[in-house]
């Protein structure tokens, strides 16, 4: 089974709707991250959670928002979504029992319209 | 704050050798990661350097000097599902200890 899971996998949404990507983690790990990928570019952090009572934000996190709601889940919300969040969406974990190496999710590929 | 720098593409043949550099400046040095990312995949974890010098497992080799913030990834007897894109990430303690990722460079093995 995998440690990191995010759902959905893929999703096409229209412009101007809400939608909710989630993640989960058996790690254990306290820290979580959203990150951002466009084709070709680099990943871009958008929030991050060091435990449940820690939300912080990255380099792009306006038009994002995110609930830590267990240390197991981690979600990120488009609040009114826009063409250009176009993008893979990666979830990661880590913990400093592995020297804060981070362990990322499968990815959801969201499409706006 | 952190500068991380690496080349956007790379092009090698298959069998031979390549060697992927990452320059970085950074305050508070406190590791170097490679991750391997193949095209619409997760990032997934091929080495870790906190101290100088090269570090090696299997056909991977990661080489690390702080004093000269550079980092590399050498690729022995490449295969054609080398191609993917490698990328070099920094942990800094003034940070949390999190990590800042470069822009990836992207390798294409050709026969």
């Known amino acids: 089974d995998a440690d990191v899971t995010q759902t959905p996998r893929n999703r096409i949404t229209k412009t101007g709707k809400r939608i909710m990507l989630e993640c989960s983690q058996t790690k254990g790990h306290d820290r979580m991250y959203w990150y951002r990928q466009d084709p070709g570019l680099g990943l871009r952090l958008i929030y991050y959670s060091f435990d449940v009572k820690d939300i912080n934000k990255g380099e792009i996190s306006d038009g994002y928002s995110v609930s830590r709601q267990a240390q197991a889940k981690f979600s990120l919300s488009l609040e009114s979504a826009i063409p250009n969040q176009t993008a893979l969406y990666f979830c990661?974990?880590?913990?400093?029992?592995?020297?804060?190496?981070?362990?990322f999710g499968p990815g959801t590929r969201l499409t706006v319209t | 704050g952190q500068n991380i720098d690496q080349p956007t593409e790379m092009t090698a043949t298959e069998g031979a050798i390549v060697q992927i550099n990452c320059t970085y400046q950074t305050s508070g040095f406190n590791g170097l990661f490679w991750y391997q990312q193949h095209a619409g995949e997760a990032p997934t974890f091929l080495s870790y350097n906190v101290l100088d010098g090269l570090e090696e497992k299997g056909r991977f080799s990661s080489f690390l000097s702080r004093s000269k913030g550079y980092s590399y990834l050498l690729l022995k007897e490449l295969q054609m599902k080398d191609s993917a894109s490698y990328l070099c990430?920094?942990?800094?303690?003034?940070?949390?200890?999190?990590?800042?990722f470069g822009g990836g460079t992207r390798l294409m093995v050709k026969p």
């Open positions: 990661a974990t880590s913990d400093y029992r592995n020297s804060y190496e981070q362990y």
């Open positions: 990430a920094v942990r800094e303690v003034g940070a949390g200890n999190m990590l800042t």
